[in-house]
Structures are given as C-alpha cells and as structure tokens.
C-alpha cells in the first residue's frame, strides 16, 4: 500500500515557475515508476509525465517537454514536478500517482492516487 500526497499548487502569473511535490508513505517508494497527472474542469484527465524507479528515465507529454522536468528523490520518497514557463492552459488539479508497470503506462495502469493539487495560471 502506498499513500501519496501533493503539495507545491497555487496561483502564478504565465510565465512563471512553480513545484510541486508529491510524499509518498512505505518503505517500497523506489520499487514504483511515478507519474504525474492532470485534469482541467471539463476535461479528460491527462498525462504529464512520469520517472521510473531510479529516476534515470523520464516520459514527458508533448505538451509538457522542454517546460516541466520530473524528479524523485527515493532517499526521503519524494517525487517532485518542476514546471517553467506556466501557461495558463496548464491549469488544472494535478495529481501524483504509482504504477508497477512502467513509464509508459496508461492512467488505468496507476494503482494508487494523490488527492491532487489546484494549479491556476492566471494570463
């Protein structure tokens, strides 16, 4: 079992820079690939990104690439999302999930969620 949570949301200016966080509970944080997700109001929920165990790898959404960067940090179970150049298309709740799979595993594939974050951008 693993508990996740996020913090880091808020409101910013376009252009501006914000990171997100997301702790994870357990002692088994580094044997799960994490990912990074998203869902506007009236949307889909869509992904953003993601890193796998040891953090080498990472998987960006093309809407996300060259703007955000994801990192862990598997000594204190922490998995972080470092987004630059906010837009204000990039609103949304943002949520940290876990998979056994991979980095490229689909949203079905996540099996334990965060409670999410509110990012707004504001133009």
């Known amino acids: 079992q693993v508990q996740l949570v996020e913090s880091g949301g808020g409101l910013v200016q376009a252009g501006g820079s914000l990171r997100l966080s997301c702790a994870a509970s357990g002692r088994t944080f580094s044997s799960y690939p994490m990912g990074w997700f998203r869902q506007a109001p009236g949307k889909e929920r869509e992904f953003v990104a993601a890193?796998?165990?040891?953090?080498?790898?990472?998987n960006y959404a093309d809407s996300a690439k060259g703007r955000f960067t994801i990192s862990r940090d598997n000594g204190v179970n922490i998995v972080y999302l470092q987004m630059n150049s906010l837009r204000p298309e990039d609103t949304a709740v943002y949520y940290c999930?876990?998979?056994?799979?991979?980095?490229?595993?689909?949203?079905?594939?996540?099996?334990?969620w965060g409670q999410g974050t509110q990012v707004t951008v504001s133009s």
């Open positions: 999930a876990a998979t056994t799979l991979s980095i490229y595993a689909t949203d079905s594939h996540y099996e334990y």
């Open positions: 890193t796998s165990r040891t953090g080498i790898s990472a």
